[in-house]
């Protein structure tokens, strides 16, 4: 019998917490356990949360060193690479050359925060008084991370919460634990004691940060539904939330886009990460005359990729991340099939212990449909016919999410007077999520979120301004 081992530890003030008890982690590409992680206890959050706020103040005072330390983040995670990918890939399925991406991705994110120039508000002069405008810290950030990129959408929410002079506690999801844990391991030299907290766990972990007395902030990723409950419970104590929930994104192909041009490109747009990825095209909305031919051009590219184990050379997709996961994608695509839709390409879950399910394509598939109208988080992609501009534009904007779109043609022109009616916080003609970068702003409009991430807009999310006001004498 193989043994299974907790190989890293939280992170809480400094030293390494292994927790009195664990959870199970298990390798989607096999469905096993291979691992366990530390279960954070109500004490363990508690130290975690107090270690935060006993190290916020210190913090706060010297942007040089928050400077430095992100930066020496950065290189941290950039030379590590080739130990954290393996295990990336190992619990979150992805392949390992898009475990180093994603790895590669968030070094990134520390570099551009710690380069970052936070010039101070301007100051005036009125009336024998001197106004100064800053921005001072929250505190305490509690920082809750998503399962499909649990490295990359974690640092999102730390980079520039420490920048700003906050200090983080910070939770992944317990489908992936262990890059979070040893990335929290790794950081132990690089920034002071407290200021950089790692705890895991299942539910309720999650909501025991959020209700804690501690934390001035919550930075959520996940579900609307999920963003929902962490908005009720901030509101109690008035907590302030940035919420990056779900999306239905919508791309929309005019009639003189050339399938063989963009089919490449719009494939992978839905299909990165096996569409776990918040901002991949969920549906595409395609003429009524060129239906077929996308369709056909869609599904041949689905038919070639290469899904496996993501340890292997050459695979392209691994499996869904977890079976709650693979059961929403196989039963959407079910009841796409049983009323009426086909699937072009897939279309049921694959053979093998995994969670593995093919990329799938589906035709005849209609507003109304539950494959449409949700967001699927997984790879399968329905492709619905629109008559006109208008039909293609209302129907775009005719859900309850708005987080990104996208506008193809050959006229970029044309294209972007489309985009301009689609809402959405980014839009983006012949690319889907082109603008997600750590300098431009990332916000989901309705319930698709609350609060911006990146960039200088996404650094004040962690701030709140004082005026200080003083005679000029």
């Given at each position: 019998m193989t043994t299974v081992t907790t190989p890293h530890a939280m992170t809480i003030d400094g030293a390494a917490v292994p927790g009195d008890d664990g959870f199970d982690v298990v390798n989607p590409a096999t469905a096993e356990v291979f691992a366990r992680a530390p279960r954070c206890s109500a004490a363990d959050l508690d130290a975690a949360m107090?270690?935060?706020?006993?190290?916020?103040?210190?913090?706060?005072?010297?942007?040089?060193?928050?400077?430095?330390?992100?930066?020496?983040?950065?290189?941290?995670?950039?030379?590590?690479?080739?130990?954290?990918?393996?295990?990336?890939?190992?619990?979150?399925?992805?392949?390992?050359?898009?475990?180093?991406?994603?790895?590669?991705?968030?070094?990134?994110?520390?570099?551009?925060?710690?380069?970052?120039?936070?010039?101070?508000?301007?100051?005036?002069?009125?009336?024998?008084?001197?106004?100064?405008?800053?921005?001072?810290?929250?505190?305490?950030?509690?920082?809750?991370?998503?399962?499909?990129?649990?490295?990359?959408?974690?640092?999102?929410?730390?980079?520039?919460?420490?920048?700003?002079?906050?200090?983080?506690?910070l939770k992944p999801s317990p489908y992936t634990p262990l890059t979070t844990l040893a990335l929290g391991e790794l950081l132990r030299e690089t920034v002071p004691a407290g200021v950089l907290n790692v705890v895991s766990g299942p539910d309720p972990l999650g909501a025991d940060m959020v209700a804690h007395r501690a934390p001035h902030k919550i930075s959520f990723t996940g579900s609307t539904a999920t963003g929902r409950r962490v908005a009720a419970s901030a509101a109690a104590t008035l907590k302030r939330v940035t919420l990056e929930l779900g999306g239905n994104d919508a791309a929309i192909v005019l009639d003189d886009a050339d399938p063989e041009s963009i089919a490449d490109a719009l494939f992978w747009s839905a299909f990165t990460n096996n569409g776990q990825l918040c901002f991949a095209v969920k549906r595409v909305y395609v003429p009524e005359h060129r239906y077929d031919g996308f369709v056909e051009a869609l599904a041949a590219r689905a038919r070639m990729v290469h899904v496996g184990d993501g340890t292997v050379d050459g695979v392209q997709l691994g499996p869904v991340n977890n079976r709650p996961q693979l059961e929403r994608v196989s039963h959407l695509v079910a009841d796409a099939l049983a009323r009426g839709g086909r699937a072009a390409a897939g279309g049921a879950s694959g053979e093998g212990p995994g969670y593995f399910y093919p990329p799938t394509v589906l035709t005849d598939v209609f507003d109304g449909m539950r494959i449409v109208d949700e967001e699927q988080f997984g790879p399968a992609l329905p492709v619905v016919a629109y008559r006109d501009v208008d039909d293609a534009v209302r129907r775009a904007n005719g859900t309850p999410y708005a987080l990104t779109a996208s506008v193809w043609s050959a006229d970029t022109d044309r294209a972007a007077a489309v985009a301009r009616r689609l809402d959405g916080g980014q839009v983006s003609v012949n690319a889907h999520g082109s603008a997600v970068r750590p300098d431009l702003p990332f916000s989901g409009h309705r319930s698709s979120g609350l609060g911006v991430e990146n960039g200088l807009w996404g650094l004040h999310e962690f701030t709140q301004l004082q005026v200080l006001a003083r005679p000029t004498g």
């Open positions: 107090s270690a935060a706020d006993r190290a916020a103040g210190g913090w706060a005072l010297d942007d040089e060193a928050r400077r430095t330390a992100l930066l020496a983040a950065a290189d941290t995670v950039e030379a590590s690479t080739d130990l954290l990918a393996p295990l990336l890939t190992a619990e979150q399925g992805k392949s390992l050359a898009d475990a180093r991406v994603e790895l590669h991705s968030a070094a990134a994110w520390l570099r551009y925060f710690g380069h970052l120039d936070v010039s101070a508000e301007p100051a005036y002069d009125d009336a024998g008084q001197r106004f100064e405008i800053g921005r001072r810290p929250l505190g305490v950030v509690a920082a809750i991370a998503p399962w499909n990129f649990p490295v990359a959408l974690a640092v999102w929410k730390l980079a520039p919460a420490l920048r700003a002079g906050n200090t983080v506690v």
